[in-house]
């Protein structure tokens, strides 16, 4: 079965500075895809970054970046010079080939604090 | 220039009621979601479809239909609604079921049923 698990329910950090966020996945298909989502305030999902496992560059978009671990089937979002407006829920999701839907994880809270 | 819009926003029914949530998208996609977010949680998959006149069940359709009378159009259909069923609907759509592509998300409506 195909599993996607973020452990860290909610984070604080300081405006500015550089936050992690780990997600943690389980597949058994060869190829795959992984997705990180930002939730706001509002409720608004916004895709913001996806790695394909058969990549071995982390990908990057702006401020958000992957930290891709595939021995460890890891897939951490880093977000660099964080701002109030990054204060959102974060969704680590998974697509395999073989069952083609995309699976979420529950969601880690970003707090910034200026 | 919001390309996937849904409504009503929000609802408040009665149990054993029939309510319907509207999803109108103008990325030219094929495919189209139904999710239900509960409070604290990921999203489920309720039901799909990647061409008109035809739906697919996802992960809990039970107590749900679905509709997709044009590829602009899908439609979420609770015949007898219940407590359970109150949560927040999320509508997306993508060019192609799952593959690398993101899927695009609507506001969501928020459903209480008393």
């Known amino acids: 079965a195909q599993k996607v698990t973020q452990t860290q329910t909610s984070i604080s950090v300081v405006e500015k500075t550089t936050v992690t966020m780990d997600c943690v996945y389980e597949?058994?298909?060869?190829?795959?895809?992984l997705f990180w989502y930002k939730q706001t305030a509002s409720g608004e999902i916004v895709f913001l970054i996806r790695?394909?496992?058969?990549k071995k560059e982390n990908a990057t978009v702006g401020h958000y970046s992957l930290n891709f671990q595939k021995p460890k089937s890891s897939i951490g979002l880093i977000i660099t010079a964080t701002q109030i407006e990054d204060s959102a829920v974060y969704f680590c999701?998974?697509?395999?080939?073989?069952?083609?839907?995309?699976?979420w994880g529950s969601g880690t809270k970003l707090i910034i604090k200026p | 220039e919001a390309a996937v819009t849904q409504s009503p926003r929000s609802k408040v029914a009665v149990t054993g009621g029939k309510v319907t949530l509207s999803c109108h998208q103008t990325?030219?996609?094929?495919?189209m979601y139904w999710y239900r977010q509960d409070t604290g949680h990921g999203l489920r998959l309720i039901h799909y479809?990647?061409?008109?006149?035809?739906?697919e069940k996802g992960d809990i359709p039970d107590g749900y239909k679905a509709s997709r009378p044009s590829q602009e159009n899908f439609s979420l259909i609770l015949e007898l609604a219940s407590l359970s069923q109150t949560a927040v609907y999320f509508c997306?759509?993508?060019?192609?079921?799952?593959?690398?592509?993101?899927?695009?998300f609507g506001p969501g409506t928020r459903l209480t049923v008393l």
């Open positions: 997306a759509s993508s060019p192609d079921w799952g593959s690398s592509y993101e899927q695009y």
């Open positions: 990325n030219n996609h094929d495919y």
């Open positions: 479809s990647y061409v008109a006149d035809s739906t």
């Open positions: 597949t058994r298909d060869s190829s795959y895809f």
């Open positions: 790695q394909d496992s058969y």
């Open positions: 999701a998974m697509r395999g080939d073989s069952n083609y839907q995309l699976i």
